[in-house]
């Protein structure tokens, strides 16, 4: 069986899926991948921000010149050869670049945003992809059970119907169809073992460890859900992190949008610089100087490439704007087919609760009815099969209920903090881990 004994409180069933969600956002690749792609970013507002910053370059040289200028042809020898030094150093400050630098700053900022958002999207959806893991193989170790069962009953008819054949009150077509139904049931039981089987193959990919024997069913959060699908379409329009992403790449696209026109600007820059040089340009001795200067460049013309720059990021804009409509929509249509689902099984399991029970109330009776001859092997048959169906789609119900919740909260962006694994997302990098260097 799927549930433990002695695990049946929703403490113990929140707490097995836990540490399902926090395991595979500590170990998925695609969760790292993203947090390093924040950590990326992050840096990137740094290195924009150094724009702020003056810049200080130090040059030196060494090495032999040969003169040959009108300086050196005015003395005796022509041409003059000696052991040229060069030291100098110059401090630039940025006094004015056409709000580049400032631009620059808020386009990374924005993308650093949305490497954030990308991040809780990662998250949620990996959270996701392990609670589907955890509850399909809970299905399906559920139908594999049932399928055991059915398997025992059926092998527990066949020897009924051999007793009575070989003690010649049976017909041997009785025992030929008890024969087929037990060799279905076995092929049944082996396709039950595949999926289980394939069930624990993607729950290792997803949460990158082997599943335990057996987990608690998972526990429903129908508490936490929205009381209308108007009432999650605004959360998730106020809190899903993949339109946040988008927002934010809308920004990113803004602030670029607006650093293209700093080529329209003349740039002002303080530069404070000196040279200590020797032997320069042909003559012996020092040549030092030093200066403190206001220096303005503008290009006055560039082929056109400014323009063109301006319009591509205006594009850009509108770009963005329509990844955030498409969101939109992808994320109202999950919302849209997450409570359909919801409801269509809630309404469904008391029904089949109901099938379940007269299906087991019909075998009962029939199998009192086979035992007197009133009834036949095969209406016996046919009701076992029928509370083998009828088991099977109720199993089959409450695992798409279950994942029409946890859908739902996916959406709304919550299904992290809902199932109590948010430490797990963390946004600074594992203790001993660096970059690359």
């Known amino acids: 069986m799927c549930v433990l004994v002695g695990w049946s409180s929703a403490q113990a069933q929140q707490g097995a899926l836990t540490d399902v969600v926090r395991s595979a956002l500590t170990t998925n690749p695609d969760v790292a991948e993203a947090r390093n792609q924040w950590l990326a970013r992050r840096e990137e507002v ?10 200080i370059d130090l040059n030196a040289g060494f090495g032999h010149e040969h003169t040959d200028n009108p300086t050196t042809r005015a003395n005796d020898g022509h041409t003059n050869d000696l052991e040229r030094r060069e030291l100098g150093l110059t401090v630039r400050q940025m006094l004015f670049d056409g709000w580049g630098t400032s631009s620059e700053v808020d386009r990374q900022n924005a993308r650093m945003n949305s490497a954030a958002a990308r991040l809780m999207s990662v998250g949620e959806s990996t959270a996701m992809k392990a609670v589907q893991a955890y509850v399909d193989l809970n299905r399906y170790q559920q139908l594999q059970d049932i399928s055991q069962q059915s398997l025992d009953i059926h092998r527990r008819i066949e020897e009924q119907i051999r007793a009575r054949s070989d003690a010649g009150v049976g017909r041997r077509a009785d025992f030929d169809q008890v024969t087929s139904r037990v060799a279905l049931s076995e092929v049944n039981l082996v396709a039950a073992d595949v999926n289980v089987q394939d069930a624990q193959t ?26 209308s699908l108007e009432q999650a379409m605004e959360i998730a329009q106020a809190n899903n992190p993949v339109l946040q992403t988008a927002s934010a790449d809308i920004e990113a696209a803004k602030a670029q949008h607006e650093a293209s026109k700093q080529f329209f600007y003349p740039r002002f820059d303080l530069e404070v610089g000196g040279n200590l040089n020797d032997n320069i340009g042909g003559v012996e001795g020092h040549d030092n100087d030093a200066t403190a200067m206001i220096r303005m460049r503008y290009n006055l013309f560039r082929g056109g490439a400014d323009a063109a720059r301006k319009r591509a990021t205006a594009y850009n804009i509108n770009e963005a704007k329509d990844v955030r409509d498409r969101s939109v929509r992808q994320l109202e249509e999950s919302i849209r087919l997450a409570w359909a689902a919801l409801e269509a099984t809630r309404a469904q399991l008391p029904l089949l609760e109901r099938q379940v029970e007269a299906a087991r109330a019909t075998r009962d ?44 909260l996916e959406a709304l962006g919550v299904l992290i903090d809902k199932v109590d694994a948010a430490d797990a997302l963390a946004m600074e990098p594992q203790a001993g881990q660096t970059p690359a260097q």
């Open 46 to 55: 740094r290195q924009a921000e150094g724009g702020y910053l003056p810049s």
């Open 365 to 408: 009776a029939y199998g009192k009815q086979f035992r007197i001859g009133q009834r036949t092997l095969l209406d016996l048959l046919n009701s076992e099969n029928e509370v083998l169906t009828a088991q099977q789609a109720i199993v089959e119900t409450q695992a798409d209920h279950l994942l029409a919740q946890y859908r739902l």
């Open 202 to 227: 993607t729950f290792y990919r997803v949460v990158g460890a082997a599943p335990a024997e057996s987990y608690p069913a998972a526990d429903p959060v129908g508490d936490a859900l929205p009381g």
